[in-house]
């Protein structure tokens, strides 16, 4: 059974950092694409990371979290992680893990929902001013 389990989230104040853990089972992370998503409050869920499949070293983050948040994938653990630094207060939402299920996956700029096949539950992240 395919299963992403998100974890990390919590509580920060503005200008603190978080690291958000996604742990996958029934499949091997290394041939997936996989992304971060949010959604706030009232507002639509956004990308906010994507991280090809391992045969590409290329990553997309859109502006608003260029320079602040990375992603990165621990084979060994089957876990993809985003590290979320300089919080902001407008980061805070319900964080999801997403994959890809295609080998060969090549991140695009805002790569849309719908080419992610697996999703996690989410895990809540809350930056407080």
Same mark, same amino acid.
């Given at each position: 059974q395919v299963q992403l389990v998100e974890s990390g989230g919590g509580l920060v104040q503005s200008g603190g950092s978080l690291r958000l853990s996604c742990t996958a089972s029934g499949f091997t992370l290394d041939y997936f694409?996989?992304?971060?998503?949010?959604?706030?409050p009232?507002? =639509?869920?956004?990308?906010?990371?994507?991280?090809?499949?391992?045969?590409? =070293?290329?990553?997309?983050?859109?502006?608003s979290v260029k320079g602040r948040f990375t992603i990165s994938r621990d084979s060994a653990k089957n876990t993809v992680?985003?590290?979320m630094s300089s919080l902001k207060p407008e =980061?805070?939402?319900?964080?999801?893990?997403?994959?890809? =299920?295609r080998s060969g996956y090549l991140c695009a700029d805002d790569p849309p929902e719908y080419e992610f096949d697996y999703w996690g539950r989410g895990t809540q992240v809350n930056v407080s001013s």
């Open positions: 694409g996989l992304g971060w998503f949010r959604q706030a009232g507002k =639509d869920r956004e990308g906010v990371s994507c991280l090809s499949s391992s045969t590409y =070293d290329a990553t997309w983050y859109p502006d992680y985003l590290q =980061d805070t939402g319900v964080y999801f893990c997403a994959a890809v =299920d």
